[in-house]
């Protein structure tokens, strides 16, 4: 009985495809590729959250509060020094003389400092904040007390004689009183503006970090 040509393509085939099977079912080693310990690891960090900025009128009122506190020192400066008679010219010495001017200058500092603040306000703000721009008065009421002071340093200085100039300190550290008043007043309205004015620019000085 003779085969025909088709009969023996398909039991050759018939053939591989046992051999292919017997060899997979031969083999069941798994190959897992080995990480090279010479190249480098990524991890990827989670990413950093960008911060919101700072409001601007959150940012005007930390500038308030710094000058604010500056002002208060300087103030307080004055009264520490303040400590002569004022009916013995010789206890405005030499010491006492340097402080005052000195601190005087301070005075003009601060409050050019305070004022250039308070004139910072956001342009969208500016009606809100106009219970502190108020305190104005206060703060050339100060100015004002030390030009005051300063006169009368300066005529001391240049008094031809001792007396003139003993007399002249004196009226000057008098004076010098008159600007530590000025400045109490000026920060007592400060606090009250502080005080008076809610909405954004109350809630601003509230959440400002140089105002706590």
Known sequence: M???GSGVIAATMGLVISVMVVGCAGDDSVVVPTPDPGSPTT????PTPTPSPTPEIITWAGSVCIARDELVATVGEIATNLD??????????EQFQAQVEAQMGDVQAASERLGAALGGVPLDYV???????????QVDALNAAKDTTMGH????QNAGDPVSAGLEW??????????FDAGTS????????NDAVDG???????????CQ
């Open 43 to 46: 991890s990827s960090a989670p």
């Open 153 to 156: 340093v300066t005529a001391a």
């Open 200 to 210: 954004d620019v109350g809630d601003a000085f509230a959440k400002a970090p140089k």
């Open 170 to 179: 004196l009226r000057a550290a008098g004076a010098a009183k008159e600007t």
């Open 84 to 93: 002569y008679d004022p009916n013995s010219a010789d206890s405005v010495g």
């Open 2 to 4: 003779r085969r025909t």
């Open 127 to 137: 009606e809100a904040a106009a219970a502190l721009t108020a305190l104005q008065a």
């Open 186 to 193: 000026t920060l007592d309205a400060l606090s009250k503006a």
